[in-house]
C-alpha cells in the first residue's frame, strides 16, 4: 500500500467507559505488536472510575479523547473523526490483540488493494474459560450479507477497514444502545466482501456484568437495524426478500417474548411490523 504523507497508517480506536479493571491489557495488546505505523487513539466515555488516571500513564504512547457518556457508538465515531490513518481497527476495551494481528491485516490489504474491509478468527474467553464458538457464530469470507442477518457475524475487534468506506455506508448509528455494529455491518456487507483472515489474532472475553452483547432484548435492536436496511436503496431484490424473512421472524419471535412477559402493547407493535412488511 502507497503512502502519500508521513501521517501513520492505520490508526487503531479503543473506546472505554469505566473498564479501569480490564482496559489496560488492551492497550498493552496494541502496543506489543510488530508492527508500528499506527497511531492508538483512546476515546473514555466519560468514565467516572480510575480509567483516565490509567491512560494519563501512558503519556504519549497514546492519544486520549475524553467525552461525557454518551455510549460506545459515540465513543467510535469520536476516533473515527479524529483518526489520521487510511486504515481504522477497533478494539473492544475488554478483548486483547494477539501478536501480528496489525501486520497481518496490513499485508492483506498490500496483496489484495481492491478490498476495503477484512476481519480475522477469534479466541472465544468466558469468565476466564477457553469456549468453543457455536456453529451458528462460524464465519465466512466474501459476501456474507445473507449469513449475517441472523446474527452478527463480525466482531469490532477484529475487522480493519479502509476509512474512506465510511464516506460511502456511514458511520456507527448513535441511536441504537446495542447492536450498532450489526447495523454497521449489514451496511457494509450487503455491498461488500467482507474477507476472513483464518488465523485467530484476537482474544474475544465475555462473561463480565459489563458485557453489552449480555443485555436482554437485543433483537429488538436488529428489528431497527433491519427496518432500516430495508428501507434504504442498497440492496439487490434477493438481498431485500432475505432481510424481509429475517425481520419477519425476529418481530414473531420478540413479540412472543413479549407476551410471555406481559407486554401485549409492545408485542402488538412487532406484529404490526411484520405486517407491515408482508
Not at 469505566?18 to 466519560?46: C, M, P, T
Not at 472475553?205 to 436488529?222: F, I, N, P, T
Request: charged letters at 25%.
Amino acid at each position: 500500500m502507497t503512502r502519500s504523507s508521513n501521517k501513520p497508517l492505520v490508526s487503531v480506536i479503543i473506546p472505554t467507559y469505566n473498564r479501569a479493571w480490564i482496559v489496560k491489557e488492551a492497550i498493552d495488546s496494541v502496543l506489543e505488536q510488530n508492527f508500528h505505523d499506527y497511531e492508538l487513539i483512546v476515546v473514555d466515555d466519560g468514565s467516572v472510575d480510575n480509567t483516565p488516571t490509567i491512560l494519563k500513564a501512558y503519556a504519549k504512547k497514546i492519544r486520549v479523547l475524553r467525552q461525557p457518556n454518551q455510549g460506545v457508538s459515540a465513543a467510535r465515531n469520536r476516533g473515527i473523526a479524529a483518526a489520521s490513518g487510511r486504515l481504522v481497527s477497533f478494539l473492544d476495551s475488554d478483548d486483547l490483540w494477539l501478536p501480528g494481528k496489525l501486520s497481518a491485516q496490513v499485508k492483506f490489504f498490500n496483496d489484495h488493494p481492491e478490498a476495503v474491509i477484512n476481519q480475522t478468527q477469534e479466541r472465544w474467553i468466558r469468565n476466564g474459560v477457553r469456549v468453543n464458538p457455536k456453529n451458528r457464530h462460524h464465519k465466512f469470507s466474501g459476501m456474507i450479507f445473507e449469513r449475517s442477518l441472523a446474527l452478527c457475524l463480525v466482531s469490532p475487534s477484529a475487522v480493519m477497514i479502509k476509512k474512506s468506506l465510511f464516506n460511502t455506508v456511514g458511520i456507527f448509528d448513535e441511536n441504537l444502545p446495542a447492536c450498532e455494529d450489526y447495523d454497521l455491518w449489514l451496511r457494509i456487507s450487503c455491498r461488500y466482501p467482507v474477507h476472513l483472515i483464518e488465523t485467530p489474532l484476537i482474544i474475544k472475553r465475555g462473561g463480565h456484568v459489563d458485557q453489552l452483547s449480555k443485555a436482554a432484548g437485543l433483537d429488538k435492536y436488529r428489528i431497527q437495524s433491519l427496518v432500516k436496511i430495508i428501507e434504504s436503496d442498497f440492496l439487490t431484490k434477493p438481498q431485500y426478500q432475505a432481510a424481509l424473512i429475517a425481520l419477519k421472524e425476529k418481530c414473531k419471535v420478540y413479540a412472543g417474548g413479549c407476551r410471555k412477559r406481559g407486554r401485549e402493547e409492545e408485542a402488538k407493535y412487532f406484529h404490526t411490523l411484520a405486517q407491515k412488511y408482508g
